[in-house]
């Protein structure tokens, strides 16, 4: 665990410096850094967790201003990246638990029994 917040401090250290001015994921042309919000999401996604709402953003993160949109834009991206078969066969494969975040994806139904037909193997 501690491992873990090693990473996703790093991780908000260095998104923290790379913020586009208007705090979403890039400028209109995608030439900009993604804001700390999409890099929370991406995070949380990437990491099996469920989505949070607001107050626990606010409360985990220290901040009152929640950029709810940049935050759901990094959460889908990191979803697109985590919820595909191989890598849910991967972690049926190494006993960890389906994760959270592909839960609420169109295939989550068929990527869960895919995982749980690996896990009883």
Not at 6 to 30: A, E, H, K, R, Y
Not at 41 to 62: C, F, M, P, Q, R
Not at 68 to 83: H, I, N, P, V
Request: net charge negative.
């Amino acid at each position: 665990m501690k491992h873990m917040i090693t990473i996703f401090c790093t991780l908000l250290s260095i998104s923290g410096c790379s913020s586009s001015p208007d705090g979403m994921p890039g400028s209109s042309d995608n030439s900009g850094p993604p804001s700390k919000w999409f890099e929370i999401g991406h995070y949380e996604a990437i990491t099996g967790n469920d989505v949070k709402d607001n107050t626990v953003l606010s409360e985990w993160y220290g901040e009152a201003e929640i950029n709810r949109t940049s935050y759901l834009q990094g959460f889908a991206k990191g979803q697109d990246e985590l919820c595909q078969p191989e890598k849910i066969a991967d972690l049926a494969k190494t006993n960890k638990e389906f994760p959270a975040s592909c839960n609420s994806v169109a295939n989550a139904e068929q990527l869960k029994n895919g995982w749980q037909q690996l896990i009883e193997k």
